[in-house]
């Protein structure tokens, strides 16, 4: 939860970048420049009373680092400004976060209401382990937004989408589901890992709980896993009082790590994008691909929403080179600069093959209703050089027959 006392002052019209820069913990008799680290599992109390009022929640303030921390309240705070929230929590990682918003808002007999294209092992979720709760899913098509209503139930409860979807960065019109969501009144939960809060703030277009793996573009550095819930306060209350229980907070050093790292999402977002853009466009008039797919290209099916809702295009570009499985394997076979690796929003540049590794517990109907052909890549574009990134991709187009 957010902690305020324990914050310096920064005012509300401060802009995106100084904020993450300069709201950090109070310093210490120290007086050290930078936010230290609190690694302590848990905080002393001066007398019985004080620790009783403590307890008794009559006070805010440190008890045990699986209820809060200095560090991870400094990182939830960055992350609330940042996307306009009221209040968060944070997570070990980005599917501990969605776990436990799931766990800490449905009942049994509660029906989710998801896009069809969200992140594996939140699919794997609804799949494999809700239905043993008695917790049911259905899903709407990311082209078939007319369709959504209808597909309430009388004990739906929440409506899930992430935007851009992962890995075909398909972009939804947030505010249209925000809106259906509110008449119905239901929960609007909306993954925004792959924009980042720097690209796309979805409170803004009426959703209650925004979600983010911290381990994608927070970090930028491929160094630390984390995850953050942020939103409305009182649906965050009871995340909390789910998640101090059953113990999947955040530790204290990647909360660090990542406060050290909002200092440059800005920056780094901005190059990612950047390149992202250039690559994308270099790929679009290529004779070895089918097509390619990134919110910022013209050609994207959704390029106006995308304009209206995120800054730039993000770190994903998706592409299908010609020939399937074998020229794909040899496309990556042939990769030397760029990393064969399943993370994303990484200072280095990444490929994966959604249908062989991240999506390959998907059946191969259910990957093809959200469009993973054999033949797909994904790249999230690094901070290398442009030039580097671009010259890789083509010799191993080349490699291809
Ligand atoms: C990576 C990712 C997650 C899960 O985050 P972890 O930190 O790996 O647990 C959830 N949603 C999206 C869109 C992701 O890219």
């Known amino acids: 939860m957010k902690k305020k006392d324990n914050q310096q002052p920064t005012t509300n019209n401060q802009r995106f970048e100084t904020n993450a820069i300069r709201n950090q913990l109070d310093r210490t008799q120290y007086l050290e420049h930078s936010s230290p680290m609190f690694l302590t599992s848990s905080y002393v109390f001066e007398d019985a009373e004080d620790m009783r009022a403590s307890f008794a929640e009559e006070k805010e303030r440190n008890i045990y680092s699986r209820y809060s921390n200095p560090n991870t309240s400094e990182f939830v705070e960055k992350i609330c400004r940042m996307e306009g929230a009221e209040a968060g929590f944070a997570f070990a990682s980005g599917m501990a976060a969605v776990f436990s918003t799931f766990a800490a808002l449905l009942d049994s007999g509660d029906h989710i209401l998801s896009a069809r294209s969200v992140f594996g092992s939140t699919h794997s979720l609804y799949t494999n382990f809700f239905p043993k709760w008695n917790i049911k899913t259905s899903f709407f098509e990311v082209d078939d937004l007319e369709g959504l209503e209808s597909k309430i139930q009388l004990n739906t409860k929440i409506i899930y989408a992430e935007s851009p979807t992962n890995p075909g960065v398909d972009v939804l019109d947030l505010e249209f589901i925000g809106q259906v969501a509110k008449k119905h009144n239901l929960i609007f939960i909306v993954d925004n890992c792959f924009a980042s809060p720097y690209l796309q703030q979805p409170i803004q277009f ?29 649906l965050v209350e009871k995340i909390y009082r789910f998640s101090r229980i059953t113990g999947p907070a955040l530790s204290p050093f990647n909360a660090w790590v990542l406060s050290k790292s909002l200092e440059t999402l800005a920056i780094r977002v901005e190059r990612h994008c950047k390149n992202a853009l250039q690559l994308a466009q270099f790929l679009e008039g290529h004779g070895k691909i089918n097509w390619v797919k990134y919110p910022f290209l013209k050609s994207h099916p959704n390029y106006e929403m995308a304009k209206k809702q995120m800054k730039a295009g993000g770190c994903v570009v998706a592409f299908e080179v010609k020939g399937g499985l074998e020229a794909g394997r040899k496309f990556f076979d042939s990769i030397k600069l760029l990393s064969l690796s399943a993370n994303l929003g990484d200072s280095r540049s990444i490929v994966t093959h959604p249908a062989s590794t991240t999506h390959s517990k998907l059946s191969e109907e259910e990957r093809s209703r959200v469009g993973i052909t054999d033949g797909m890549v994904r790249v999230s574009v690094g901070l290398e050089h442009i030039d580097d990134i671009i010259a890789d991709v083509k010799q191993a187009l080349e490699e291809m027959k």
């Open 206 to 234: 009426g959703a209650d709980l925004v979600i983010h793996s911290g381990t994608k573009l927070m970090d930028g550095q491929g160094r630390v896993l984390a995850g953050i819930t942020v939103g409305n306060s009182a």
